[in-house]
């Protein structure tokens, strides 16, 4: 059974810094993209970022510069830092992994979500 398990969301002021971490479970791990997505009230699930299975990194727009991303595949978990953040930066965050099999099929999976708020 695959699961991914979100933690480290909550309330946090503008400025503030949270880390979210996703640790996985009945996966290949090292073989998946891992990525990190979110959805604000109201709006669509938008990427936040992605991380290869060899370690680079992509970001949105709107994050880049305040987000990093990162995995250790020795505890299966990927791990985003969040710092400088903003208001808009609320929203459920989802973690996802993928794996593709060229362009036939591919393996996806989500988490159940973590809520952030940033507020004053």
């Known amino acids: 059974q695959v699961k991914l398990v979100e933690s480290g969301g909550g309330l946090v002021q503008p400025g503030g810094s949270l880390r979210l971490s996703c640790a996985a479970s009945g996966i290949a791990f090292s073989l998946y993209a891992m990525g990190w997505y979110r959805q604000a009230p109201g709006k669509q699930r938008e990427l936040v970022a992605l991380i290869t299975t060899g370690g680079s990194t992509d970001f949105a727009v709107s994050v880049k510069g305040r987000f990093t991303f990162s995995r250790d595949n020795a505890k299966n978990t990927v791990y985003l830092q969040m710092n400088s953040l903003k208001p808009e930066d609320t929203a459920v965050y989802y973690c996802?992994?993928?794996?593709?099999?060229?362009?036939?099929?591919?393996?996806?999976?989500w988490g159940q979500g973590t809520q952030v708020t940033v507020s004053s």
């Open positions: 996802n992994a993928n794996r593709k099999f060229g362009s036939s099929y591919e393996y996806d999976y």
